[in-house]
């Protein structure tokens, strides 16, 4: 018994029309993975590109004016040493660039660490409470506008010592940007929430960690992240007078022995792990705060 036939015909034109919209959407669907893998090709390329054309500027300016600044060639011949062997240690303060990074960063870690608690504790408290914001406000506005190494005299008059007065002054510079930006964040959050928690009659603690910290999240993460990047810098400026094993230290003895190949490697390192350290913040960020930024 054979099956029954339909009898409508087919209809050519219908056909060649789905023929043609399927061809469409495979080419709008190649465009599209083309236009994405140009994207990521060019988010390497370009600054491959781009540093590229800086070094070979570099170099023609090395080779026309011999004497100045030393050129990416001589700094790798002059450098050796220093680029391929970051791990040499003959004792006291000949190191290679890792154990003086390496010493720095701890420095930095510390620092930094209790100006981020000491930051987001007080900023909160300034968020929250009207009159202490008021009063401090001014005090905060012109001790944020201090440079790291006017605090250097100071703290080593109190401390007496190279190593807490190093930590001084990463603190003290580090924790203004963090304190306020905590403080705008906590000024933001929205009335809702507020409500919504004196509905539900939160402790203190509680209105603290449930909604006060996931709901300033982002904008206390922008203040870390520029808190990093100034205890870097503070660091750095700082070791170069403290003295000791630091990369600070080391760029000034490298100046002090004229040492110029030595001292554009260090600062390679020096940017480097600045851009690492605003990276690893700004990823913390994003984990906790679910990908959400500050406005």
């Known amino acids: 018994m054979t099956a029954p036939q339909s009898d409508t015909p087919a209809d050519p034109v219908a056909d060649h029309n789905q023929i043609l919209l399927a061809a469409a959407q495979a080419k709008q669907i190649a465009a599209s993975r083309r236009r994405k893998l140009a994207d990521k090709a060019g988010n390497y390329l370009m600054p491959l590109l781009t540093v590229s054309a800086l070094l070979l500027m570099w170099e023609a300016l090395g080779t026309a004016f011999p004497g100045g600044l030393p050129s990416p060639s001589m700094v790798l011949m002059d450098a050796q040493e220093l680029i391929f062997d970051p791990f040499y240690d003959r004792g006291g303060v000949d190191k290679g660039l890792f154990w003086h990074v390496l010493t720095s960063l701890s420095r930095v870690g510390i620092g930094f660490g209790l100006a981020a608690v000491c930051g987001v504790l007080l900023g909160a408290f300034l968020g929250t409470v009207d009159w202490a914001r008021k009063g401090t406000d001014p005090i905060i ?121 030595d001292i554009i490697v260090a600062l390679v390192w020096v940017g480097l792990v600045g851009f690492v350290l605003d990276r690893m913040v700004a990823l913390v960020g994003q984990y906790v705060s679910r990908g959400t930024t500050a406005d």
């Open 141 to 261: 506005q012109v001790l944020r506008t201090v440079p790291p190494l006017a605090w250097l005299p100071i703290s080593l008059a109190a401390l007496r010592e190279a190593q807490p007065s190093a930590l001084f002054v990463i603190f003290i510079t580090s924790i203004w940007p963090i304190v306020i930006n905590t403080m705008v964040g906590v000024r933001n959050i929205p009335q809702d929430y507020v409500n919504v928690a004196k509905v539900l009659r939160l402790t203190p603690g509680e209105y603290f960690f449930k909604i006060m910290l996931p709901a300033a999240t982002p904008h206390i993460f922008t203040g870390l992240r520029i808190g990093v990047g100034m205890s870097w810098l503070a660091i750095v400026a700082s070791e170069m007078l403290l003295g000791g094993v630091g990369i600070g230290f080391f760029i000034w003895d490298q100046y002090n022995s004229s040492r110029m190949s």
